[in-house]
């Protein structure tokens, strides 16, 4: 017996649901109020029996993993880790060396968390602290809640009592507290003589810290914990793990710069709200962020607002099908600001977030003529790009027409402007921290699943010792059409023969033979992949194939799931029992495969 199926045979998954859902009893199965869309009829259905739940008004469902993925904002290893717990079922980590160390590292920034909350509360020397408190008028209820704290001003205080406490000078390092001199003899506290803002994740587990200085003589206003085993930037948020029941509640997030924007936003009422702690937003953060909502409030100040860096952060969000709105912020106040100054104000503005769009077209016309041709130009040119971004075609066309209107400048023109600005970002060298979703390596009109078997191919004719890894986890079903079937087919036959010396050309050279169209796309997928991929690593590539895969998946499944949907709709209408029961039982099957995706 698998962990999951002990887990599920262990779990009643209606007493698990009932934790998050009001269910009444509904002859064999159990109905109520689906949590994951508003309606006011139940259509959240939940069988005991077979311990699977289906929503027939919006088609989500599947096992009790599923579930807590969905509620909670879960991956499944983490569903997998709280079930497990709840059940008492004990897990073997895949690689017991390295869970062993992850834990490590977090007991001791747990313990490091706990200590700096401790002198915060008792150490003379955080008089400093809890003035600058005092001053930014942070309650009490607040400095508990995100668990502040205090470094003093001490080479080695932290690496003392964490030592004393029989940790390793070694483990501690690769916690990220402590640094190593010059020489490499010993080693001091990071952070000294700074109030202490613990970075957690969805657990509430610190990871890392942000920690501010005191005093005006510190060189940097904020440093932060490095990237370690248990602390990827890329991937925390400030305050989500006390963010996520409300942002999922609300169906809204509000996002905003800094730690004490975000206590005091969280003060005012608004407990939706996370922090980019003065980073710029990644693709692994909106993600995330989607766990819980796909609609994205924006509090940065002006100034902020207009860095590249944030303007990158609104592109991935809004490729990745997020609803973007920008609360607007007072002339050079920031949320912090504004809430102290007036929280009617803060609330006015959070009420009425203009839509990303509108805000940007406000903006660029407060500035610029439209009845001047340089003030044409230059709003164009602003604003184009940003609608061209937007993957909703009814919406990207609503707003074209809106500028074509302002402007006195004609649709089509407008829409020629942003396929020629797309067609100049294909011959950028690629910038790997932006997902290969915002840089199409086709030139060509072709859907993203199209895009994304050819991209997959591309990297397995250009790297094809990869299919040692992924022969066994490529099916032929997901790649996207025939040609690519063939290419693949062709592909493992011609490798396995190789015997390990695979040789390109002679691969290339049997499809000349054969199979001209072929041979053709080979070499444009070639020519592709050298393009965008150049400069990446080996574990770079294997990244890109895993994504590629896994998208093409998840494709797949939802196709699959879409057809049974409809036959489901036709029993439902029939009132078939059976066929009806059979199909929820595949439905929640593919959802299951979704979910461990």
């Known amino acids: ?24 009893q509904a002859g064999h199965n159990f109905k109520g109020l689906c949590p994951f869309h508003n309606e006011k009829t139940p259509s959240f259905s939940v069988s005991q029996d077979r ?72 150490a003379p020397q955080a008089k400093i602290a809890n003035d600058y408190l005092r001053k930014r008028q942070v309650s009490p209820e607040s400095i508990e809640n995100f668990e502040l704290g205090f470094a003093p001003n001490s080479w080695d205080t932290l690496l003392r009592f964490l030592l004393k406490r029989g940790y390793k000078q070694k483990d501690i390092f690769d916690a990220g507290l402590i640094v190593q001199k010059k020489g490499g003899a010993s080693y001091y506290d990071r952070f000294r003589n700074r109030l202490m803002f613990p970075i957690n994740n969805l657990h509430g587990q610190a990871v890392g810290f942000s920690a501010r200085a005191l005093e005006k003589t510190d060189t940097a206003k904020y440093i932060n914990s490095p990237q370690t085993d248990v602390y990827n930037k890329s991937e ?24 004490m924007d975000l206590i005091s936003v969280h003060e005012a009422g608004d407990k939706n ?53 920008i609360i607007d912020l007072e002339e050079d106040k920031d949320p912090d600001e504004l809430i102290k100054s007036d929280i009617n104000k803060w609330k006015n503005a ?37 609608i061209g971004k937007i993957p909703n075609l009814i919406e990207q066309n609503h707003y074209l027409k809106k500028l074509s209107e302002i402007l006195d400048v004609s649709e089509n023109i407008l829409r020629e402007s942003i396929e020629k600005s797309k067609k100049k970002s294909y011959n950028k060298i690629p910038d790997k921290k932006v997902s290969q979703r915002l840089k199409n390596a086709s030139t060509e009109k072709k859907d993203r699943v199209s895009q994304m078997g050819e991209q997959l191919i591309g990297l397995l004719l250009k790297y094809p010792k990869n299919l040692d890894y992924f022969e066994a986890q490529l099916h032929l079903e997901v790649l996207p059409n025939k040609e690519l079937v063939k290419i693949y087919q062709e592909l493992i036959n011609f490798y396995k023969n190789s015997q390990g010396s695979f040789d390109f050309n002679l691969f290339l050279g049997h499809f000349k033979e054969s199979n001209e169209q072929l041979f053709n796309l080979c070499q444009t997928l070639l020519l592709l992949v050298e393009k965008d991929f150049f400069d990446f690593s080996e574990k770079e590539i294997k990244q890109q194939i895993t994504e590629n895969l896994t998208d093409l998946k998840k494709e797949y499944i939802l196709k699959q799931k879409k057809i049974l949907e409809k036959e489901l709709q036709e029993s439902e209408k029939t009132g078939e029992d059976k066929i009806t029961d059979e199909l929820l039982l595949r439905v929640s099957e593919l959802d299951k495969k979704l979910m461990e995706l």
């Open 1 to 24: 017996m698998t962990n999951t199926d002990e887990i599920k045979s262990k779990l009643d998954i209606v007493e698990v649901i009932k934790e998050y859902v009001k269910l009444e």
């Open 51 to 122: 311990g699977f739940w289906h929503c027939f008004g919006c088609s989500e469902g599947g096992d009790v993993f599923s579930f807590i993925m969905k509620i909670e904002g879960l991956d499944f290893k983490e569903a997998l880790k709280m079930l497990a717990k709840r059940a008492g079922v004990e897990l073997v980590p895949e690689n017991p060396k390295q869970a062993n160390l992850k834990n490590k590292l977090l007991d001791i920034n747990e313990l490091a968390k706990k200590f700096y909350a401790h002198l915060l509360k008792t």
């Open 236 to 259: 925390v948020l400030y305050g989500l793990d006390k963010a996520k029941q409300a942002s999922r509640k609300n169906n809204a997030i509000i996002l905003v710069e800094g730690q």
């Open 273 to 325: 709200a996370v922090a980019t702690s003065g980073t710029a937003l990644t693709l692994e953060q909106v993600k995330i962020l989607k766990r819980y909502s796909d609609n994205l409030l924006l509090a940065f100040d002006s100034d902020v607002a207009g860095q590249n860096a944030v303007k990158r952060g609104i592109d991935i969000a809004l490729a990745e099908g997020m609803n973007i709105k």
């Open 350 to 386: 959070v009420k009425n977030a203009q839509s990303i769009l509108n805000y940007y077209f406000v903006q660029t016309f407060k500035k610029l003529d439209p009845s001047k041709i340089e003030d044409k130009k230059s709003s164009a040119k602003i604003l184009l790009p940003v």
